[in-house]
């Protein structure tokens, strides 16, 4: 198998280097390319026909949200964002980037060499693995609701790759009826605060960064911190969320199958469980369990996935009662929430 051909493209000449080598350095990955912006990255597209693009948010003449803006429709590829702490990574992402990674500041060689080896190269090929154009934002059709009462229900989704746009199609389709929502997406620290924030201004119910203690009630989403595992708990008869341990679970932190293990011992058949798009199979055996528990499960179908590895994982090993398309999964939700 051929390496996975990658432009590079960065205006600082010290940090492309260092990307370069960097990613030159995996036996399965080939930098063909490197640019200093947009006009050079188009023409480097063209010329050399790369598999991924990583990209810069900050770029001089034209952004790199504006590139991709231009890029997508006419040329789509896969590409990496790399961005310091700041919500235009999200603009990329609708824009229609598979992910990023969180510019490394003042760090040491080591933590540098781990970044530019491990993080960055890893993103690069879950991207090129990617169905580019998948999660394109349409209208919301109409939800009929009617939600079973008389007891307390809750919906749990897990998300990585692609994620933030999925995770942003079935949540702007709920209504403030909807019971509380619990979510885990994987995504570094400061990212998931900004992530939640941008939900919570675009969406009719109310969403946040988890912390420990926060009630899971109707009509809110709460989403698992960037660098914490997020647990469902019960206290005084009620629900309730609690964020703590940064060990990984399944190379991931916050990790699904976390949530969905505490969900299916707390909630059980009150609960229903969402897997979306995402590499690997974090939250699969988690999902398995809530199933088990009575929970309806529900995974996103192969067509509409950035990447079907989670959902895939989930449905091979039994955990999936519903498979569905992306624009189907809210309504569903509610279906199985009126019975």
């Known amino acids: 198998m051929r390496p996975i051909r990658v432009l590079v493209v960065d205006d600082s000449v010290m940090f492309r280097n260092m990307l370069v080598k960097g990613l030159d350095s995996d036996p399965n990955i080939e930098v063909v390319a490197q640019a200093q912006d947009a006009y050079e990255a188009r023409d480097a597209i063209v010329k050399y026909r790369p598999d991924v693009m990583t990209l810069d948010v900050e770029l001089p003449r034209m952004s790199g949200i504006e590139f991709l803006r231009k890029l997508m429709p006419q040329y789509p590829l896969p590409v990496v964002m790399i961005s310091a702490l700041s919500d235009k990574v999200f603009d990329a992402l609708e824009a229609g980037a598979v992910d990023f990674v969180n510019k490394p500041d003042n760090l040491n ?58 995770i942003f199609d079935v949540v702007r389709r709920f209504k403030r009826d ?88 707390i909630a059980g058949k009150n609960a229903v469980g969402v897997i979306l798009t995402g590499m690997g199979g974090d939250g699969a055996k988690g999902l398995l ?47 199985l929430l009126s019975k």
């Open 109 to 166: 060689r080591e933590q540098l060499n781990n970044f530019l080896t491990q993080e960055l190269a890893t993103k690069v090929k879950i991207a090129s693995t990617a169905k580019v154009g998948k999660l394109k934002r349409v209208e919301t059709s109409s939800i009929t609701t009617h939600i079973n009462g008389g007891v307390e229900r809750i919906v749990a989704i897990g998300a990585s790759t692609g994620g933030t746009e999925a």
């Open 289 to 335: 369990a809530m199933r088990n528990a009575g929970a309806k499960t529900i995974g996103q179908d192969e067509a509409s996935c950035v990447v079907y590895g989670m959902p895939k994982v989930a449905y091979d090993i039994g955990a999936v009662e519903h498979r569905l398309t992306l624009s189907a999964i809210a309504g569903k939700v509610y279906n």
């Open 178 to 265: 909807i019971p509380g929502v619990v979510i885990v997406q994987h995504m570094p620290p400061g990212f998931t605060k900004m992530y939640a924030d941008r939900l919570n201004n675009q969406c009719q119910v109310a969403v946040k960064e988890a912390q420990t203690g926060d009630r899971v009630l109707p009509g809110q989403v709460l989403i698992a911190p960037g660098d914490r595992h997020m647990k469902l708990v019960k206290v005084g008869g009620m629900y309730q969320v609690e964020c703590s341990g940064v060990e990984r679970v399944n190379g991931h932190c916050p990790s699904v199958d976390v949530l969905f293990y505490s969900v299916a011992k």
